[in-house]
């Protein structure tokens, strides 16, 4: 059974530039969950979509966006990137719901 | 607030039991998880136990839960190499996961 892939893995941008990361969920998982990780922040959640909707949103600003396709691959945007904005970003796929999470391997984000 | 607190660093030698301790703040949490990091991966889901329980275990590792302080902890028993990673606890908290700190777990050869 195929995991949770997320592409790009890394990637290098400049500030002001704009990302697209996907994530492709383990079959028949309907919900897809963002997180962003750096040292000194740890793990912040973005956002969570079921069904194609966005169910919960964390404490970002608005240049994060993500979104959910009917096959349940989802796909998140950074816009106007800030060197802070230099993360792991990470996946995570579940059947129903937050709590048992599959986790993708990440796409590491450099802005320069 | 929703900060889940964890030491970390631990340093355990190889074969002994390490501990690995969080406080949460949510009282509401129906479940708590640790999860695990390796170098270069995703998190991985180790365990999780259900609010009204105070112990679970599962082969070497054993999770303790305590309501009353709002703690929880995880024992991995006869610690190995492959344990090197950092472990994160979480709670459910607003229909969404919130992760602890995270504690590095170093295995002492």
């Known amino acids: 059974k195929a995991g949770v892939t997320q592409t790009p893995r890394y990637l290098i941008k400049t500030r002001g530039q704009q990302v697209t990361l996907s994530c492709s969920p383990i079959?028949?998982?309907?919900?897809v969950s963002w997180y962003q990780q750096t040292p000194g922040q740890g793990l912040q959640f973005l956002f969570e979509?079921?069904?194609?909707?966005?169910?919960n949103k964390g404490n970002f600003p608005g240049r994060f966006s993500g979104r959910q396709f009917s096959n349940s691959r989802s796909e998140m945007n950074v816009s106007t990137l800030e060197l802070g904005d230099s993360a792991l970003y990470l996946c995570?796929?579940?059947?129903?719901?937050?709590?048992?999470?599959?986790f993708g391997a990440g796409s590491r984000l450099t802005v320069l | 607030g929703e900060d889940v607190e964890q030491s970390l660093f631990l340093s355990v030698r190889e074969g002994d039991s390490s501990v690995i301790n969080c406080t949460y703040t949510?009282?509401?949490?129906?479940?708590l998880y640790w999860y695990k990091q390796e170098p270069g991966a995703g998190l991985q889901l180790l365990t999780y136990?259900?609010?009204?329980?105070d112990m679970k275990q599962d082969q070497r590792l054993t999770v303790l839960l305590n309501k009353k302080d709002k703690h929880l902890s995880l024992r991995i028993a006869d610690t190995q190499t492959g344990d090197s990673a950092i472990y994160f606890c979480?709670?459910?908290?607003?229909?969404?996961?919130?992760f602890g700190t995270g504690t590095r777990l170093t295995i002492i050869p």
């Open positions: 949510d009282s509401s949490s129906t479940y």
């Open positions: 979480a709670e459910i908290g607003n229909e969404k996961l919130t």
């Open positions: 995570a796929s579940s059947f129903s719901g937050p709590g048992v999470l599959t």
């Open positions: 079959s028949g998982h309907r919900s």
């Open positions: 136990i259900f609010s009204n329980m």
């Open positions: 979509y079921f069904s194609e909707t966005q169910r």
